[in-house]
């Protein structure tokens, strides 16, 4: 009885140990759909590996949450295979520059903004991001606003 | 020379209105570091608070009457710590950029367009001389009150009532400021004009000369061989202007730049003090600052 307790014992954990790993494939499963789901603007890395897209200087700041930050900044972008390419701000979704026949550029901006911005360089026509680069907006001071409310002494 | 023939009060005839044109005013300085610091940084609401801690270096330059003995120019670095921290409505706030010392107090009220805190502070010592154009003393002072601020447009008004709190002297000062900023790129500059009045009880606690305290002076000067003579002297009430004009730039993140010029009138009941050997009607200051944000 004794063995037989133990095997039926044995046999309970084994259940729970595959269930466990069931459950964590599942979760790495769903995890990978996810991410396959929020990088679908996203080239395949063997081709985004082939541009690359930097700017500078960075970060940009300003004085206080909510003002608008001045940032004189430089992308640069360049490409394995010469073709038409454009740079696009993704945070407003707007294209800044394109280039026909080129591997690289660089476009010189004045930022102006109140939130991070992200860029990315497309093909002309694609909605593929095939580099992704991101101009961060920071403050030295991040007020917070007092709850309101009447008089607190009467 | 100064007696108590002179004594009666002398509120400086220059008009607010003309002291901002000719952008030389304003005093109140002593109510200023909320203000100071919330027109500095850009704020637009009442109410807006936030915890924060910052050290730095500041170097000072000012031209001054100065009392006896003593030169009319004086340049000062110094490490400053600004720093403010809100809990429950509850504050503790230093700000070295205005004329108080230590600000502990209590807000009572606020929306989106006034604010009102009751509060103790020390502020009568060597940091707000520049401000207020008052006194150059190491002796600090505990003082009650209340500011009312108010945010209307893009301009700042704080409004300040402040008595003595340790009964030495029983003083009172009553402020008014106004102060608005600009963003140039990521420069931000302000500006602050204000007038204070300060009652006779204070100014005569700090620049008055008793008549028993003349004598004991005369005959010290009478054993050292010196020419000096002082007078008695009962200081009033007084009013005062100022203005100040400066600049904040966010290095980075962490790091900030400040420049501020100061113009403040020394009212005649203060400056017609037997105390003041070098005597000027307008003090001027220059501060630059480079403070580490926390």
Known sequence: ?154 | MNNKNLHKSRIPHLSLAAMIFAGASVSGGSFASDISHNVRSGTQQAGSSEDYLEIGLMHLMRDEPTFLGKGGSYTNTSLIVNGSYNWNNLFIESYSESGHGLVVGYNAFDNERWSLDFMVTTDWGEVSFEHDGRYFFDEDKLMAGGRLSGYIGDYIVQFALNQDATGDHNGTTASALIGRSWQYRNWNFHGIVGAEYVSAKLNDYYVGVSAEDAAALNDYYARVSAETRIDAYEADASVGFSSEFGVTYPISEDWVFRATARAVTVPDEISDSPYYGYKKSVLTSLRTSISYVF
């Open chain 1, 1 to 154: 009885m004794p063995n037989l307790k133990t095997t039926i014992t044995t046999n309970k954990m084994s259940n729970q140990i595959i269930l466990i790993c069931l459950c964590i494939a599942g979760w790495f499963i769903s995890g990978s759909a996810n991410a396959g789901a929020t990088q679908s603007n996203t080239a395949p890395s063997n081709t985004s590996q082939l541009a690359q897209l930097e700017v500078t200087p960075k970060p940009c700041v300003a004085l206080r949450k909510g003002q608008k930050c001045y940032l004189e900044v430089t992308f640069s972008w360049s490409h394995a295979q010469v073709g038409d390419y454009c740079l696009v701000n993704i945070t407003t979704n707007t294209i800044m520059k394109c280039w026909q026949k080129q591997a690289k550029g660089e476009l010189n901006i004045d930022f102006q903004s109140t939130l991070s911005n992200d860029f990315a360089v497309r093909k002309k026509d694609s909605a593929i991001n095939l580099a992704r680069t991101r101009i961060p907006v920071a403050w030295v001071y991040k007020s917070s606003k007092r709850a309101k409310s009447t008089w607190r002494l009467f």
